[in-house]
């Protein structure tokens, strides 16, 4: 499977930028709190939607009741041995797996995938072929990214969790209840 990509941050930001849902255009969504950086360019894949579909996968691998889909585009972060000094640009990547991630009770997956064609990461088929730092890097940066700076001698209390890394097939499943999800959203009526 290869997806089109939107990328809408890369490593080298300091703000984490989003498109704007009534515009299209990239919007300043927030800056970085801390010195954590995402270390692969990130984004989404386009006419895909974490709805009921995702939400429904997200309680059959893990037990859990009343989850959501977050009601955005399903996440996805590159891996490419290549600078890709910025956001704003789409790509084509094969997803080889995912971080089943819970924010709060919202299923926000995040897709692994890299670069098609790339000299060092375009090879690889599954997410047991990355390097484990490296996954551990991608797992620390979205369990920490909308952590909020607790005032001194307080207990940090983690908004995300991260259930499961899952594999490239499961990750192509994602990907089509998210198309699902988006499909069944464009049904419905407009607000005006």
């Known amino acids: ?11 080298t930001d300091t703000i984490k930028y989003e498109v704007d849902k009534e515009s299209g255009h990239l919007k300043l969504d927030r800056p970085q709190k801390f010195s ?4 692969a360019p990130y984004g989404f894949v386009p006419s895909t939607y974490c709805g009921q579909q995702v939400a429904a996968w997200a309680m059959q691998q893990t037990g859990r009741k009343d989850v959501v889909g977050d009601g955005d585009p399903l996440d996805i972060c590159v891996l490419t ?7 704003g640009i789409l790509l084509r990547a094969r997803p080889i797996g995912g971080l ?11 897709i ?4 098609v064609d790339d000299p ?22 979205f369990l920490t990214y909308k952590d909020l700076p607790e005032p001194l001698g307080s207990e940090r209390k983690r908004r995300c969790e991260i259930s ?29």
């Open 100 to 110: 089943r991630l819970f924010d709060r009770s919202e299923a926000d997956d995040k």
């Open 164 to 192: 499961h890394v899952y594999d490239a097939a499961e990750a192509h499943a994602i990907i089509r209840a998210s198309q699902v999800d988006y499909a069944a959203l464009m049904r419905r009526e407009p607000h005006l």
């Open 36 to 39: 954590n950086f995402c270390p």
């Open 81 to 87: 041995e290549h600078t890709i000094n910025r956001g």
């Open 120 to 141: 060092a990461y375009g090879t690889i088929s599954d997410i047991w072929q990355v390097p484990t730092p490296l996954v551990d890097r991608l797992r620390h940066y």
């Open 112 to 115: 692994i995938a890299v670069v």
């Open 1 to 11: 499977m290869i997806v089109n990509c939107f990328i809408e941050i890369v490593p």
